[in-house]
């Protein structure tokens, strides 16, 4: 008896892939909110959080609202305030996409989805020089200001006579990515974290209404080392805990303290995932001019004439493992920004002929050009619950 070739594996329809809530659910939604509490001029509070005189914002780099939720009995505090423990407060947002570092951040900071701040992946092509921009370490060195002129909500607040800080590791102060995205006010640097979260509680409680920002990013490195699941990353989860109780018990009268995130992540382990080598895929390299984005979340710049055969074949040979879309579908189906968002040519320019978004626990790795990427445990990028879904947890006093 002959048995007839199993059929090819139908790609995943990108209509079905869940998106960013831009416009009252997601991260860039928040300081617009809080400011317009603070009642900062030209701000609406569309994500109904409630208005307070005193507002700190605690970001913890990749703490996932999926993983929070199945660690909570390493992170007790942050459990009680999960909406099982509150009556429904405290559901989870989402971050923009590419859920990663830069953009989260930007959106934070500025209050707008990466349609309009510009930074609209890991790694993104200059479209005035053609090279590849590392919007975290800022090689090749390009103008902050001309990559992203919008002004933060920081400085708006600190404009409008708000007490402005933020409280970070001294090393953040003076980078590029600093200036475009959290600058405004006063940069406080401390090395310890508990100082920095003193220091935190401090500066709300000098002045009658005041906007802090602190930061913690030992977290995403355990994960990205190690694992989500791993005893390294636990320890860091139960750090987190621990210095969310520290700062809530320090509150001054008439404050509100949120924690959130910028990404959450997923475990892609080398050897027992599908882990698909764009340096050792020729199918995968055929037509491409730069690889750009990250191993969750890539941009793909065609050769001029090539992004029709790019498109088909990395649908094809990634059908059950991505959501592959042209620069278009992306711009329609709202990755970047809500459907109808105007794109300007310094933005639209910087996506990818063909933008590609992972499921599972799959990535395309470069082992060759992006060996230390290509090295990591934990990933993050894309658009699963896993890496969309960050916390919006509240204390108030």
């Keep these: 008896?002959?048995?007839?070739?199993?059929?090819?594996?139908?790609?995943?329809d990108?209509?079905?892939?869940?998106?960013?809530?831009?416009?009252?659910?997601?991260?860039?939604?928040?300081?617009?909110?809080?400011?317009?509490?603070?009642?900062?001029?030209?701000?609406?509070?569309?994500?109904?959080?409630?208005?307070?005189?005193?507002?700190?914002?605690?970001?913890v780099d990749g703490l996932g609202w999926e993983s929070l939720v199945a660690h909570a009995s390493e992170a007790p505090f942050l459990a009680s305030l999960l909406p099982s423990s509150r009556g429904g407060a405290g559901e989870p947002i989402t971050c923009g996409f590419p859920s990663t570092t830069a953009t989260s951040l930007t959106s934070v900071g500025t209050g707008l989805p990466p349609a309009a701040h510009g930074l609209v992946g890991y790694q993104v092509r200059d479209p005035a020089t053609g090279d590849l921009m590392h919007q975290?370490?800022?090689?090749?060195?390009?103008?902050?200001?001309?990559w992203q002129p919008h002004p933060t909500v920081f400085h708006l607040a600190h404009s409008a006579g708000i007490a402005t800080a933020q409280v970070n590791t001294p090393r953040f102060e003076r980078t590029p990515l600093t200036r475009i995205a959290l600058s405004g006010g006063t940069f406080l640097g401390r090395l310890d974290v508990n100082e920095r979260v003193d220091l935190a509680a401090e500066r709300l409680a000098a002045a009658d209404r005041?906007?802090?920002?602190?930061?913690?990013?030992?977290l995403d490195g355990a994960g990205h080392r190690f694992g989500v699941d791993s005893d390294a990353w636990r320890?860091?989860?139960?750090?987190?805990?621990?210095?969310?109780?520290?700062?809530?018990?320090?509150?001054?009268?008439?404050?509100?303290?949120?924690?959130?995130?910028?990404?959450g992540m997923v475990?892609?382990?080398?050897?027992?995932?599908?882990?698909?080598?764009?340096?050792?895929?020729?199918?995968?390299?055929?037509?491409?001019?730069?690889?750009?984005?990250?191993?969750?979340?890539r941009h793909l710049y065609a050769v001029p004439g090539a992004a029709a055969d790019v498109h088909a074949v990395w649908r094809e040979v990634l059908a059950e493992d991505a959501w592959v879309v042209t620069r278009d579908e992306a711009v329609e189906l709202g990755w970047f920004g809500p459907p109808g968002a105007d794109?300007?040519?310094?933005?639209r320019d910087r996506i990818g002929d063909v933008v590609v978004a992972m499921t599972g626990v799959a990535a395309?790795?470069?082992?060759?050009t992006e060996p230390k990427e290509s090295a990591l445990v934990g990933m993050h990028g894309s658009l699963t619950s896993a890496e969309l879904l960050v916390p919006l947890l509240e204390v108030r006093t």
Excluded at 343 to 347: L, W
Aim: proline share 11%.
């Design 343 to 347: 794109f300007g040519p310094r933005v």
């Design 14 to 59: 990108p209509r079905e892939a869940p998106v960013p809530r831009y416009g009252g659910g997601s991260l860039a939604d928040l300081l617009p909110a809080v400011a317009a509490g603070l009642e900062v001029p030209g701000f609406s509070a569309d994500l109904g959080v409630e208005p307070a005189d005193r507002v700190c914002v605690f970001l």
């Design 364 to 368: 395309v790795v470069a082992t060759v």
């Design 1 to 12: 008896m002959t048995h007839a070739p199993a059929p090819d594996p139908v790609p995943l």
């Design 136 to 146: 975290l370490r800022w090689e090749p060195w390009t103008d902050p200001v001309l």
């Design 210 to 218: 005041a906007l802090v920002y602190t930061y913690y990013a030992e």
């Design 235 to 263: 320890r860091e989860l139960r750090e987190v805990d621990r210095l969310a109780r520290r700062l809530a018990e320090r509150l001054p009268p008439r404050s509100a303290l949120y924690v959130t995130a910028d990404h």
């Design 267 to 297: 475990d892609v382990p080398p050897g027992e995932a599908a882990r698909h080598d764009f340096d050792d895929d020729w199918e995968l390299r055929a037509g491409v001019a730069r690889l750009g984005g990250e191993g969750r979340a």
